[in-house]
């Protein structure tokens, strides 16, 4: 079992940074690969980044890609989100999710999801 918080979100304007955090709780996060997605209000949740166990691997959706960077200290059981460059369309609610499985992209393959930290982009 794996508990997620996330924090770090907030409202910035058009080309600002943040970065997201997601504390987890329980035995198995070390083991775990690790993702983060969002969802916009009246859209799917999609894929943004996610890295594997030993975050030696990671994979980004093109919508972020040379934006977005994606880390985890284990020691602290706490996987970041950095985002740059920020635009209006980045404006959603971003989750972290651990993964049982290597289909990274997709929203099926994790099993413990946060409640979420809502990212809100001025332009």
């Known amino acids: 079992q794996v508990q997620l918080v996330e924090s770090g979100g907030g409202l910035v304007q058009a080309g600002g940074s943040l970065r997201l955090s997601c504390a987890a709780s329980g035995r198995s996060f070390s083991s775990s690969a690790m993702g983060w997605f969002r969802q916009a209000p009246g859209k799917e949740r999609e894929f943004v980044a996610a890295l594997t166990a030993s975050g030696g691997n990671t994979y980004y959706a093109d919508s972020v890609k040379g934006r977005c960077t994606i880390s985890r200290d284990n020691a602290k059981s706490t996987v970041y989100l950095q985002m740059n460059s920020l635009k209006p369309e980045d404006t959603a609610v971003y989750y972290c999710?651990?993964?049982?499985?290597?289909?990274?992209?997709?929203?099926?393959?994790?099993?413990?999801w946060g409640q979420g930290t809502q990212v809100t982009v001025s332009s």
């Open positions: 999710a651990a993964a049982r499985g290597n289909r990274y992209y997709y929203p099926n393959n994790y099993v413990y």
